[in-house]
């Protein structure tokens, strides 16, 4: 199925003329036409490119959903509510991208912290936000990070290890104590050949870092674990998807074909 593509019954509810429950009782008590043909099933594809509905004879209006890859820029929120930080919302202009899509208004898929920079999807697909944030979904996501400390090579195969099988993280603020899921530690030797590293210098070590979770202020917080503190963050990848090296902060565009098939 394309990423164009979608079932009656979700388009239906996605469009706010039933709830989930009655699906199938709105499709059996109306008349509901697919390009001059009946639709009595809703497990039916409709192609929100070409393809034309109507309903009782009133034509409906197909609309594919929006898919944004933003370059989060630091000091900014994602939040939709207004107040006295910037929203990652107040960087996109065109209007067309502000258009309410299948009843359904442009949102982030998850978050980041308010200094952390990097990939951010913005979407209209409630289900896609789902399959990406749901914790029992254990979606990769990969951080740049820039350490404080320079660990020695011993101490960089060790926090490797301790990683790789989980580390403990205390109480937080109202976030409490526990034990991380394993994560993948990749330490950069050169950063100035690695395309995501924006702040050069020899002060810095680099690495990156792949949770399949994310708790509050995780990254940080396993680094302060292991004696070392984060400095700078910034998210390159959700699954397979990487964020684009030619969008600068703020900057964003649509998927392609070809990266959303991979999230979908």
Same mark, same amino acid.
């Given at each position: 199925?394309?990423?164009?593509?979608?079932?009656?019954?979700?388009?239906?509810?996605?469009?706010?003329?039933?709830?989930?429950?009655?699906?199938?009782?709105?499709? $059996?008590?109306?008349?509901?036409?697919?390009?001059?043909?009946?639709?009595?099933?809703?497990?039916?594809?409709?192609?929100?490119?070409?393809?034309?509905?109507?309903?009782?004879?009133?034509?409906?209006?197909?609309?594919?959903?929006?898919?944004?890859?933003?370059?989060?820029?630091?000091?900014?929120?994602?939040?939709?509510?207004?107040?006295? $930080?910037?929203?990652?919302?107040?960087?996109?202009?065109?209007?067309?991208?502000?258009?309410?899509?299948?009843?359904?208004?442009?949102?982030?898929?998850?978050?980041?912290?308010?200094?952390?920079?990097?990939?951010?999807?913005?979407?209209?697909?409630?289900?896609?936000?789902?399959?990406?944030?749901?914790?029992?979904?254990?979606?990769?996501?990969?951080?740049?990070?820039?350490?404080?400390?320079?660990?020695?090579?011993?101490?960089?195969?060790?926090?490797?290890?301790?990683?790789?099988?989980?580390?403990?993280?205390?109480?937080?603020?109202?976030?409490?104590?526990?034990?991380?899921?394993?994560?993948?530690?990749?330490?950069?030797?050169?950063? $100035?050949?690695?395309?995501?590293?924006?702040?050069?210098?020899?002060?810095?070590?680099?690495?990156?870092?792949?949770?399949?979770?994310?708790?509050?202020?995780?990254?940080?917080?396993?680094?302060?674990?292991?004696?070392?503190?984060?400095?700078?963050?910034?998210?390159?990848?959700?699954?397979?998807?990487?964020?684009?090296?030619?969008?600068?902060?703020?900057?964003?565009?649509?998927?392609?074909?070809?990266?959303?098939?991979?999230?979908?």
């Amino acid at each position: 199925m394309t990423p164009y593509c979608t079932r009656l019954d979700d388009l239906l509810i996605r469009k706010k003329l039933c709830v989930h429950s009655r699906s199938r009782r709105f499709i $059996h008590s109306h008349t509901i036409m697919l390009n001059n043909a009946p639709a009595i099933n809703g497990g039916t594809i409709v192609n929100c490119q070409k393809d034309i509905l109507t309903i009782d004879g009133k034509n409906i209006y197909l609309e594919r959903d929006l898919y944004l890859m933003m370059n989060k820029e630091q000091n900014t929120v994602c939040t939709t509510l207004k107040g006295q $930080h910037k929203r990652v919302f107040d960087c996109i202009t065109e209007d067309k991208y502000h258009k309410t899509v299948y009843g359904s208004p442009l949102q982030s898929a998850g978050r980041l912290d308010l200094d952390t920079e990097g990939l951010l999807l913005l979407t209209t697909d409630g289900h896609l936000i789902h399959k990406l944030t749901s914790p029992q979904k254990e979606t990769a996501k990969t951080y740049l990070v820039y350490l404080l400390h320079n660990p020695s090579a011993k101490e960089k195969k060790d926090i490797q290890e301790v990683f790789a099988k989980g580390i403990y993280l205390p109480q937080e603020k109202n976030a409490p104590s526990f034990v991380t899921k394993p994560s993948q530690i990749t330490w950069i030797e050169n950063d $100035h050949s690695f395309p995501y590293c924006t702040l050069k210098g020899s002060d810095f070590n680099t690495c990156t870092l792949t949770l399949t979770e994310g708790k509050f202020h995780q990254v940080k917080r396993m680094f302060r674990a292991v004696n070392n503190e984060v400095i700078f963050l910034k998210r390159i990848a959700i699954g397979s998807l990487y964020l684009d090296k030619t969008l600068l902060p703020g900057q964003y565009r649509e998927l392609t074909i070809e990266e959303l098939s991979r999230l979908l």
